[in-house]
């Protein structure tokens, strides 16, 4: 069954701090897995992508790991900000659809 | 332009109601999605057209039926919806076997009543 499991389900972090979430997938036929960024009221928003061949993925303060043999990936806000507080969800395509995780709710108090 | 719009914002209908959702990109995409949205939940795929041919039907209920007019148009028209059904409806598009980069609207929030 094509899965992606995620948590935590909720994060409460300090301004400044580093917020992690953590993803893990069965499906060994994946071709990408992105993470996407949803704010109250708007449609999630591609965030950054990795692909099964790289280990890790930087673009600003966000950073994917990628770890193939155990399955997982995760995402890493480095000096996160409450401009950053929105849901994230991670993912998994086959090249035709997204399968994404339940998603996580971040909140970044200042 | 990288926007893909969706109308209406807000959708009131009742049981027996007949409508439609519409969904508009100018990105030059040759997949476009359907997906519904509960409150705190992931979105779920509905529908998947890649050139205008519906590719992909998740066992949705007949009282959503999709089309897909031409290649920057997807509608959803909607008969019969129960109370249930009651979400964001999110439209998407990205290249085609590309899919990890789906680029979404920003919803119609649709009540049943």
């Known amino acids: 069954q094509q899965q992606v499991k995620q948590s935590p389900q909720s994060l409460i972090v300090q301004k400044g701090g580093i917020s992690i979430i953590n993803c893990a997938y069965e499906?060994?036929?994946?071709?990408?897995f992105p993470w996407y960024q949803q704010f109250p009221g708007k449609g999630p928003a591609l965030l950054i992508a990795?692909?099964?061949?790289?280990s890790e993925k930087k673009e600003g303060r966000f950073t994917i790991s990628f770890n193939k043999s155990a399955k997982q990936f995760s995402l890493h806000i480095m000096d996160s900000q409450p401009g950053d507080s929105a849901t994230y969800f991670c993912?998994?395509?086959?090249?035709?659809?997204?399968?994404f995780g339940k998603g996580t709710t971040l909140s970044v108090s200042s | 332009d990288t926007e893909v719009t969706q109308t209406p914002k807000h959708l009131v209908m009742g049981m027996t109601n007949k409508k439609s959702l519409k969904c508009e990109q100018h990105?030059?995409?040759?997949?476009m999605y359907w997906y519904k949205q509960k409150a705190k939940k992931p979105p779920e795929l509905m529908f998947v057209?890649?050139?205008?041919?519906?590719?992909i039907n998740e066992s949705v209920p007949s009282r959503f039926s999709p089309e897909c007019p031409n290649s920057s148009l997807l509608n959803l028209h909607l008969h019969a919806l129960q109370p249930e059904d009651s979400a964001l409806y999110l439209c998407?598009?990205?290249?085609?076997?590309?899919?990890?980069?789906?680029?979404f609207g920003p919803g119609t929030r649709l009540t049943v009543t």
């Open positions: 998407a598009s990205s290249r085609l076997a590309e899919a990890y980069e789906q680029y």
């Open positions: 499906n060994t036929a994946f071709d990408y």
């Open positions: 990795i692909r099964p061949d790289v």
């Open positions: 993912a998994a395509s086959p090249g035709t659809a997204l399968i």
């Open positions: 990105m030059g995409h040759r997949a």
């Open positions: 057209y890649s050139y205008e041919k519906l590719s």
